[in-house]
């Protein structure tokens, strides 16, 4: 069965580390973009940036340009997304999302997404 | 930037045709993929290319792009069609979505 499985649910306070995780199985990691995508409590879909596992390319939308960063470690399958210093504006649910096209050409839908992981920065 | 717009909201009869329009420019010209999305679930495509349904969706979903509008069409819409829609596209190597529609069966 092909599925991304991310991290659990995280409380963090402003200021702090965090790093969250997607990973794939089912199908060859290093061959499909993965997307990342934002949804802040009631409102719609936001993209932050997408990256191919096998060199690492990355792409970001030039709303989260420089907030936050993704990576991935295909020895293990894994995307990641993370922040150096969360701000309460950070809480959001957080998906990741397969490219449905594999490759290196951008146009196609995400089929494959993970269950999501919600992400609150609180005092 | 680029920016797709749909309605905030549509409701439609039981039985009925429900339409949920995307709108942005020149959108024709690019690829238009809708997702569904249930409360406390994760998007789900139900259109990708315009009008390729993936398997499991089932047939009274259909699509259409032309011009600058794209258009998601739920024919004998089921009470459990009741979700936000998602149009996306790509502009250059960026994901743009549109704000979403909640289509309300009442």
């Known amino acids: 069965e092909v599925q991304l499985v991310q991290s659990g649910a995280e409380v963090k306070k402003p200021g702090e580390f965090l790093k969250i995780s997607c990973k794939g199985s089912g199908y060859i990691f290093t061959n499909y973009w993965i997307g990342w995508v934002r949804q802040m409590p009631e409102k719609g879909l936001e993209w932050i940036g997408i990256i191919y596992p096998d060199d690492s390319d990355t792409r970001y939308s030039p709303s989260f340009q420089g907030q936050a960063t993704i990576s991935a470690d295909k020895s293990i399958n894994t995307a990641y997304l993370q922040w150096t210093s969360l701000e309460a504006s950070d809480t959001a649910m957080y998906y990741c999302a397969r490219h449905l096209r594999p490759g290196g050409e951008m146009y196609d839908a995400f089929d494959i997404w993970g269950q999501g992981t919600m992400v609150t920065v609180s005092s | 930037s680029y920016e797709l717009t749909q309605p905030p909201s549509v409701s439609v009869s039981p039985g009925q045709t429900a339409s949920i329009t995307c709108s942005g420019d020149?959108?024709?010209?690019?690829?238009a993929h809708w997702y569904q999305q249930k409360p406390g679930q994760s998007p789900a495509v139900v259109i990708y290319q315009d009008k390729k349904r993936p398997s499991g969706i089932p047939e009274r979903f259909s699509g259409s792009n032309s011009g600058n509008t794209a258009t998601l069409t739920i024919s004998g819409t089921q009470a459990m069609d009741e979700a936000d829609y998602y149009c996306q596209a790509w502009d250059g190597s960026t994901v743009v979505f549109g704000g979403g529609t909640r289509l309300t069966v009442l």
């Open positions: 020149k959108l024709g010209n690019k690829y």
